[in-house]
């Protein structure tokens, strides 16, 4: 059966500093993974996504996310963060057309 | 931009009114789902569409219907609403990415519920 599970339920960073969201998956087959960004009171939009190509994904914003098979992980990245990064993050995997599991989101705090 | 729009954006209501709320596309989108948000849960899903007449329950559908009477509409209708139904409801689509062929969720602005 598929799961996500994000390791943290709040980062806070200092602006211009590494952002790590974790995201840790279980899947039977081959999924697809998904990084959604919800910005507050706004609805999610998409940061990038992995359907077995390269391993290493690039997104929006300079987000990126490497898959890691061995380790089941989907970790998110981006090397300096900004304020306007602040938001709620969403690690997602899918094993079909219609099956998507959300992780239960990483709240991202960025300090000034 | 998949076109999606939910209508009522806020409700507020009283227990055990009748809800309807409206997810309309544009994109003739196959694929239709609702979902609700809540604090410490994602997003789960309530049900979802895979044509006009076509749905199936997700992990939380209890005390909600579904309808698809047309490729474009798909409403989710609370019979007799309760305060556990309080919640953020977001309409998605999923469309094909044309560089990968991943099927991809698209998501409405979400439509706020609170029930008294």
């Known amino acids: 059966a598929q799961s996500v599970t994000q390791l943290d339920s709040h980062v806070s960073v200092s602006e211009g500093t590494p952002v790590l969201l974790r995201c840790n998956y279980s899947s039977s087959y081959s999924p697809s993974l998904f990084w959604y960004v919800q910005h507050p009171n706004k609805g999610l939009q998409l940061l990038l996504k992995?359907?077995?190509?390269?391993?290493l994904v690039k997104g929006i914003n300079g987000f990126e996310a490497e898959f890691k098979k061995s380790e089941t992980s989907f970790h998110l990245t981006k090397p300096s963060a900004h304020m306007s990064d602040a938001a709620e993050y969403f690690c997602?995997?899918?094993?079909?057309?219609?099956?998507?599991?959300f992780g239960t989101g990483t709240r991202l705090k960025v300090l000034a | 931009d998949a076109g999606i729009t939910q209508s009522p954006r806020h409700k507020v209501t009283e227990t055990g009114t009748p809800v309807t709320l409206r997810c309309h596309q544009t994109?003739?989108?196959?694929?239709m789902y609702w979902y609700r948000q809540d604090p410490g849960h994602g997003l789960r899903l309530i049900h979802y569409?895979?044509?006009?007449?076509?749905?199936d329950k997700g992990e939380v559908s209890d005390g909600y219907s579904v309808s698809r009477s047309k490729t474009e509409d798909f409403l989710l209708t609370l019979e007799s609403a309760t305060s556990s139904q309080t919640s953020v409801y977001f309409c998605a689509i999923t469309q094909t990415s044309s560089n990968s062929g991943a099927n991809v969720l698209t998501f409405g602005a979400g439509s706020r519920l609170t029930v008294l």
């Open positions: 994109e003739n989108h196959r694929y």
């Open positions: 569409s895979y044509g006009v007449k076509d749905t």
């Open positions: 997602v995997v899918s094993e079909g057309t219609y099956k998507y599991i």
């Open positions: 992995y359907t077995s190509a390269a391993t």
